[in-house]
């Protein structure tokens, strides 16, 4: 792979492709664009934007992901998840619909591009690793439940405010009096449709003879006939006349943000909500994309993801939208459509800008109830307690550790959700790593294996201790160890040799060092030898020419084997 | 050791205390108080209020930490490092003298007693160990260059405020031009004489004639000498009629907390505060207690070490006094006027009790530059290079991690440099974790020991690769691992059996559960098998009942060396 296409990943696939392949793609994109575009309105609608930026959001950023991003499945564009933390880091500071929201859209998606690529540049693509399985698993339920009952309001057809559970209960409460009827007759009309169309669409497109590769193509596009039918219905009976909402006339220009209306105070105080957004995005893409990739036997580069992404929602800035990222069901259903090549987002992109172009009068009609039944039912499957229960056997912790990040995003917000379940990982972490576990260890009889004394019949020698250490040795565990091998001697009287076996230490650091150092001279003084096994190679070389190996009272033995033969034989 | 030893460790050395060790201790008490009382006073000041407040911080703190402390050395009372921090918390809310100071420093005693308490109780006393050394080292060196710089204005008898670098440099400087003269020359002379006599006091006694054993208790009582000298010029010379600062008139009554002069909302803006003083005091303690111990053979509790310290906090509010720790400087001169029991901590408070009832006005010409001097003396021993100079060598990182810290102390503040610190040293942790090691090993010839292709001579075989995971499996590092093993497999095209050798993984948690999990079921596919071996006991004890164990396409192994001997004669 040349620089040039390691910059530009597009190059690769862009040598081997055909004519052939066009043609495919064409037919691909074309569906997947009749899919998609209700979706990118619903997620417009979540970011608290007119839907139609939803399509803004779709032509730019997918035309840069393509070229610039490494997966060739990876559709990007609005997505569920980053839509609502939108709405919840603009709302504090603008009116929902006002120019001014839509300008701190805009800054937000800017400043989550310029985030993507200076993780990109210092190469801080870990710190995303940070997010554990239990604090993701319970972020994504909860933001799932919450975003189900903010579209409550659009069912009853009442206004509504809040952003966690108590604000948005009261208020729906308090509005549930002024439920709109022809709304709530037509939201049950299009959630039953759509569960109903999921399920047996594939059914009746076969029994009304279509070929297996058709009905293959359409199964899935079941929600595009719900919204198409239910847009007829509102332009026939006029019921947009009676008060049901619709999208109605869409402005013909894009929203741009207005530099007024921004200052560098807000964008300081936006910081934390971009980069949370920008993390949160960033994770769910490569997820995504990683499991396409593994399936498909290709590979992706995460750091050049961060780039792909970050040039993307710098796209969306300029093309007047709000933060994208690679989505789930985007995906999915890019790759349903039959999607080869990144070029689908290409044709897609050219598709949506002629729908913006042209076609927009066709949206009037179109109801926002609908789109918000899509919202509620994609987002339902989102909210797994299966993987509470498993997790909850195989840890207590870990499962408590989902259900605290769960109830503080229910009650506290998304994002203070999701800074408690990372600061509680990384703290039971660090309480597991400070609170390590040694074993005194003894020779399997007829092998060269030592194993816990506890454990196994072995063979130990009372001259010779050998203490296996279960722990990298840094500053967290250092004072512990300490301790605990000065306990341990001061247990055995006769002790002359103290053999630390060294197979699971992977770090050791100038805390450690120094811990150490002080337990090897205090034991040397109380005629104990201290001697080392089975150091790695990456610790060794740390530790030569440091003040431990000069003052080490005993050998740096090769294998534990070595070390009991020869102390044992003397 | 009962339960009730175990709380009131004091029943242990009381058991065998006899009168002869009274004797020995109320001579070395004598002795300790005489020389303590300047430190005191000094700190007092260092913590922005009356100088006599350090006595009042010496009495029942001592009395209580030597009933329930378990270090039979340690002295307690006001500490440079604590009373500094006291000032930079308490000087946001209150002008330094004033009655709301005192009450304000009473109250973070007060919190600090609680908090220290409420870690015992919880356990946390682990969360200490989170200062590494690096950081420990950064922030001491520049907290005391801060606490030097900040006794500037008593040596030339100015006014000035800060308390970083950048505000103490400005304050001086445009104050500087009202330098007194007086106090100049008097600041001049307590340098110059403490540095002497600390030097030569100890020839100068042996000159004299006094015995070695005499010599030994006094020889570091000099700064003594110079405070009375000192007090003696400026009384004799009226000097204080000119303009010289002294202690003056001493309150009969101890300073109480005012409770209309503090709000709970004062006391949760003062928590960040309040823990930061805790932990340092704490660790500073500890460190100091546990070096006495080894060195006497000795055990400390650092639980109860929690119990000893937060009732002695408590103790000083309740005096009217400001937190209070075990201290280093305190610490040694015990040791060296011979105590050999907490017994001298009773008998000292008694005396300065004494002091404080009798002899205050002895205390009237004490002039404060004389104070700013010992101070100044003794935080200079604090600040090292040759720390630095030794990490630099062992880690670079770790060099870079103290110099941050120092620089973030001096210019942002002790607690923003501790905080930046700890936070930087987690983030380098957790960034080693997550870019885990991990090496292809092979059988060392003639052993079952296995070891790294790239540093050893050892025998391989093309269908069977061993991969050593050294790092433990969780959060920070699951994804990467997933990526690493799977590269792996995807260069070699022969591969049957893929055993991982699990020596150095000393814990698993859901995230690294899952992915490895992945890993098996897509290289199962693949027709590849994976292998666990050398798993430990508790690691073995999750695992048992998980999904990974379930799916596993191979076999757990005991030894590494079984698994190759089964694996390669199939």
Redesign the interface.
């Known amino acids: 792979m040349t620089t040039l296409e390691k910059y530009l990943p597009a190059l690769v696939w862009l040598k081997d492709y055909r004519v052939a392949d066009l043609k495919h793609d064409s037919v691909a994109s074309l569906v997947f664009t009749i899919m998609v575009i209700p979706q990118s309105l619903a997620y417009a609608m979540l970011a608290g934007l007119p839907a139609i930026t939803g399509l803004y959001a779709s032509i730019l950023p997918s035309v840069l992901y393509s070229l610039f991003g490494t997966s060739r499945t990876l559709a990007v564009g609005p997505v569920a998840l980053t839509s609502v933390m939108t709405a919840s880091a603009v709302l504090p500071f603008a009116v929902s619909g006002s120019e001014h929201y839509a300008s701190i859209a805009i800054l937000l998606a800017f400043m989550s591009g310029v985030f993507l690529l200076v993780l990109s540049f210092l190469r801080l693509g870990?710190l995303t690793?940070?997010?554990?399985?239990?604090v993701i698993s319970g972020f994504i339920s909860a933001s799932a439940l919450l975003i189900i009952i903010g579209q409550i309001k659009y069912f009853l057809g009442v206004e509504s405010q809040g952003d966690t559970l108590i604000p948005l209960m009261t208020s729906l409460y308090a509005h549930a009096d002024h439920t709109h009827l022809p709304t709530l007759l037509l939201s049950i009309f299009c959630i039953a449709s759509l569960l109903l169309i999921k399920r047996y669409f594939g059914h009746f497109l076969t029994f009304i003879g279509l070929p297996t590769a058709t009905v293959k193509l359409f199964e899935k596009s079941g929600p595009v006939v719900v919204v198409v039918v239910t847009t007829l219905i509102v332009a026939i009976l006029s019921l947009d006349q009676m008060g049901v909402a619709v999208i109605g006339t869409v402005p013909t220009t894009p929203p741009t943000i207005n530099l007024d209306l921004i200052s560098w105070q807000m964008a300081r105080d936006l910081l934390p909500s971009a980069f949370l957004i920008t993390i949160v995005g960033f994770i769910g893409s490569v997820s995504v994309a990683?499991s396409y990739a593994?399936k498909r036997?290709q590979?992706i580069d995460p750091n050049q993801e961060l780039v792909g992404l970050g040039l993307a929602n710098i796209g969306s800035a300029l093309s007047g939208a709000f933060p994208v990222t690679g989505g789930f069901s985007r995906t999915v259903l890019n790759a349903d459509c039959g999607s080869k090549s990144p070029m689908t987002g290409i044709i897609t992109a050219f598709l949506i800008l002629l729908t913006l172009l042209f076609l927009t009068p066709v949206f009037y009609y179109l109801p926002t109830t609908i789109l918000a039944a899509i919202i509620s039912i994609s987002m339902s499957k989102l909210i797994s307690v299966a993987d509470l229960k498993?997790?909850w056997?195989?840890?207590k912790k870990?499962a408590c550790l989902l259900i605290v990040t769960f109830c503080v995003v229910m009650f506290e917000g998304m994002e203070t959700g999701l800074i408690v379940g990372v600061v509680l990982?990384?703290l039971f972490?660090?309480?597991?790593?400070?609170?390590?576990?040694i074993?005194i260890v003894g020779r399997?009889p007829g092998?060269?294996?030592y194993r816990?004394v506890?454990?196994f019949e072995v063979e130990t020698h009372s001259k010779v201790l050998t203490v296996r250490i279960?722990?990298?040795l840094?500053?967290?565990?250092?004072?512990?160890f300490e301790?605990k091998l000065?306990?341990l001697v001061s247990q055995n009287k006769d002790l002359q040799h103290l053999v630390l076996m060294c197979?699971?230490?992977?770090?050791i650091?100038?805390?450690a060092?120094?811990s150490l150092e002080?337990v090897v001279v205090?034991l040397a003084d109380a005629g104990v030898k201290v001697h080392l096994s089975e150091v790695?190679?990456?610790v060794m070389d740390?530790l030569i020419?440091?003040?431990l190996l000069t003052n080490l009272s005993g050998k740096v033995f090769?294998?534990q084997?070595q070390a009991i033969t020869e102390l044992t034989q003397q």
Chains 1, 2 share one sequence.
């Open positions: 870990f690793n940070l997010l554990s399985h239990p990683q593994a036997r590979d498993e997790l056997q195989f840890s870990e990982s990384i972490f660090l309480w597991h790593t400070s609170h390590p576990h074993a399997v092998t060269e294996h816990n506890q454990r279960d722990e990298n840094f500053f967290a565990n250092a004072r512990v301790e000065q306990s197979t699971a230490v992977n770090m650091d100038a805390s060092l120094q002080k205090r790695k190679g990456p740390k020419g440091s003040i090769l294998t084997h």
